[in-house]
């Protein structure tokens, strides 16, 4: 089964500094990414998709993301971090040799600081 | 505006005591899933329904089942709640399989007492 792994389980970052959020997929073919937010005691959002094409993919909330197939990566960035940024952060792959169904990463909870 | 809506928000109910979660939809799609979220963890795909076709992942256990009486309406039981099965529980609806376009509910807190 496909699967995405997130390094990192806590950063913090001060507010208007850039960020990156590390995601890395495991599986041979061009796997269908996402990135999703969920602030506290909230469902998830959708940031945005990748799917083929343009490897660089522009999300909502000013989130960009870049498709890597020489590093198996699909990092989170964004250039200047807002203190309502402050959620946990969720990569998540669609499950192409099973059921197509989406499997998320453990996440990477992100601290904003004045 | 279309959404997904779980009721309630939060739920409390004792060891042992059967509870439903309710999953609702306005957006009129094919695919509803249950996903169970535990503090600090990702969430974890339980089963889902295309239409009336019911899908259950391996290492689901019994104790948790769903029901998908029409379109708009799914509902998750469990038969007898463990401590072990207090999480967040959240229902999310797509168009069809393959990750394109699923919309979450806002979830259920579960708390077992």
């Known amino acids: 089964a496909q699967s995405v792994t997130q390094p990192d389980i806590h950063i913090t970052v001060s507010e208007g500094a850039s960020l990156e959020l590390r995601c890395n997929y495991s599986?041979?073919?061009?796997?269908?990414l996402f990135w999703y937010v969920q602030s506290p005691g909230q469902g998830l959002q959708l940031l945005l998709k990748y799917f083929s094409g343009d490897t660089l993919v522009q999300g909502i909330k000013g989130f960009e993301a870049e498709f890597k197939r020489s590093q198996s990566s699909f990092n989170l960035r964004k250039p200047s971090v807002h203190w309502s940024d402050a959620a946990e952060y969720f990569c998540a792959v669609v499950d192409q040799t099973g059921a197509n169904n989406l499997f998320f990463g453990t996440g990477t909870r992100l601290t904003v600081i004045p | 505006d279309a959404m997904v809506i779980q009721n309630p928000r939060y739920q409390v109910t004792q060891f042992g005591k059967p509870v439903t979660l309710s999953c609702s939809q306005t957006?009129?799609?094919?695919?509803m899933y249950w996903y169970q979220q535990k503090s600090s963890q990702a969430p974890k795909l339980l089963f889902h329904?295309?239409?009336?076709?019911?899908?259950n992942e391996a290492d689901t256990p019994d104790n948790f089942q769903s029901r998908r009486p029409n379109t708009s309406f799914c509902f998750l039981d469990i038969r007898s709640p463990g401590l072990g099965d207090a999480a967040m529980y959240l229902c999310?609806?797509?168009?069809?399989?393959?990750?394109?376009?699923?919309?979450f509910g806002s979830g259920t807190r579960l708390t077992v007492v």
């Open positions: 329904y295309y239409d009336k076709d019911f899908n």
């Open positions: 999310a609806t797509s168009r069809a399989l393959g990750g394109y376009g699923y919309t």
């Open positions: 599986y041979g073919a061009t796997p269908y």
């Open positions: 957006l009129n799609h094919n695919v």
